[in-house]
T-cell receptor, first 112, second 113 residues
Framework: SAVISQKPSRDICQRGTSLTIQCQVDSQVTMMFWYRQQPGQSLTLIATANQGSEATYESGFVIDKFPISRPNLTFSTLTVSNMSPEDSSIYLC?????????FGSGTRLTVV | QQQVKQSPQSLIVQKGGIPIINCAYENTAFDYFPWYQQFPGKGPALLIAIRPDVSEKKEGRFTISFNKSAKQFSLHIMDSQPGDSATYFCAASIKSGNEKLTFGTGTRLTIIP
């Protein structure tokens, strides 16, 4: 199955700042997914990113807060903008492969 | 409505026992039902998945039972070990339509020696 590398693995950020999370896949994939997992909770889809088109956001998530780039078939970024303590979560990227949906190890974000 | 309900929220089983985690769904268009295992500080890892055309699938010590008419599926872990202690998530999607995964709320499983 695909190997996904996420950077950074964790970060502590000041409120009001922005953080960009990178997701690199070792094979070309059509769709990449960005999830948020709040402490002790399940996974919630933020958006779906297709190469060459605008990302599709789920209800409750907006592009101004979570801009996404998808410059090619192996890479995507998610930016968490104007952060507040409520944004403290694990952010995960995922891809759909022949073997099923595979997840990166996540970025643990703490906003202080 | 795209919901997947998972129970129990937490489960404690003695080593060698068979923990069972249950999920129920509403959307009859779902055609792919995976289970994920997540250890602290790690991303979810795919354990096993089933399509609705079979009623059971086994991979090693993990078994999915699927009841299409009841819209329910469950995970059984045979001969459970302390290393199986993790959070387990069921999920569902319309894979044929490249749809997103909808996750259950998760079950924190603890296997005691």
């Amino acid at each position: 199955s695909a190997v996904i590398s996420q950077k950074p693995s964790r970060d502590i950020c000041q409120r009001g700042t922005s953080l960009t999370i990178q997701c690199q896949v070792d094979s070309q994939v059509t769709m990449m997914f960005w999830y948020r997992q709040q402490p002790g909770q399940s996974l919630t889809l933020i958006a779906t990113a297709n190469q060459g088109s605008e990302a599709t956001y789920e209800s409750g998530f907006v592009i101004d807060k979570f801009p996404i780039s998808r410059p090619n078939l192996t890479f995507s970024t998610l930016t968490v903008s104007n952060m507040s303590p409520e944004d403290s979560s694990i952010y995960l990227c995922s891809v759909d492969t022949t073997y099923g949906y595979t997840f990166g190890s996540g970025t643990r974000l703490t906003v202080v | 409505q795209q919901q997947v309900k998972q129970s129990p929220q937490s489960l404690i089983v003695q080593k060698g026992g068979i923990p069972i985690i249950n999920c129920a769904y509403e959307n009859t268009a779902f055609d792919y039902f995976p289970w994920y295992q997540q250890f602290p500080g790690k991303g979810p890892a795919l354990l096993i998945a089933i399509r609705p055309d079979v009623s059971e699938k086994k991979e090693g010590r993990f078994t999915i039972s699927f009841n299409k008419s009841a819209k329910q599926f469950s995970l059984h872990i045979m001969d459970s070990q302390p290393g199986d202690s993790a959070t387990y998530f069921c999920a569902a999607s319309i894979k044929s339509g490249n749809e997103k995964l909808t996750f259950g709320t998760g079950t924190r499983l603890t296997i005691i020696p």
